[in-house]
């Protein structure tokens, strides 16, 4: 109703109420300028709380909707926990939580937004990925 304040005291849609902001001009409406991305990027993948919710998150949406076999999403789901726990021992690289971002998004117009959801091929990609990931944090270099 005009003239309800939102959240921070302010009228509703007025500056400041992240529930009114508009992307810049020409960039589509959900998504992420790319000098924004790496910051998001970074800040996520430093943190094992961030990272288990999440890959836990992309496997009950878009793993989800993929359509795989039972056996396929449970190669999904067992890869999570050692993922996650991998970070928190250092033998997973904060880079191995890095590279999975990519199969997250869709670039748009110089602007990312993340996917509605995987083809099959894209959720084995990212089941894959996951899976290098561990092998990464048993290897000697990892």
């Not at 009228?11 to 810049?24: I, K, L, N, V």
């Not at 300028?33 to 993948?45: D, F, R």
């Not at 496997?59 to 926990?81: F, H, N, S």
């Amino acid at each position: 109703m005009a003239g309800e304040k939102g959240r921070a005291g302010r009228p509703e849609g007025q500056p400041g109420d992240r529930h009114a902001s508009r992307p810049p001009q020409g960039q589509p409406r959900g998504s992420t300028p790319a000098e924004q991305l790496g910051a998001m990027v970074q800040g996520i993948s430093r943190s094992t709380s961030f990272m288990a919710k999440l890959l836990s998150a992309v496997d009950a949406t878009l793993v989800a909707g993929a359509g795989l076999p039972a056996a396929e999403r449970e190669r999904a789901r067992r890869a999570i926990d050692p993922f996650v726990l991998g970070m928190v021992a250092g033998t997973v690289p904060q880079q191995r939580a890095k590279d999975l971002f990519p199969l997250l998004f869709l670039s748009e117009g110089g602007a990312q937004r993340l996917r509605d959801g995987f083809p099959a091929a894209g959720a084995r990609a990212w089941i894959d990925a996951l899976e290098e990931g561990l092998k990464a944090g048993q290897t000697p270099n990892g």
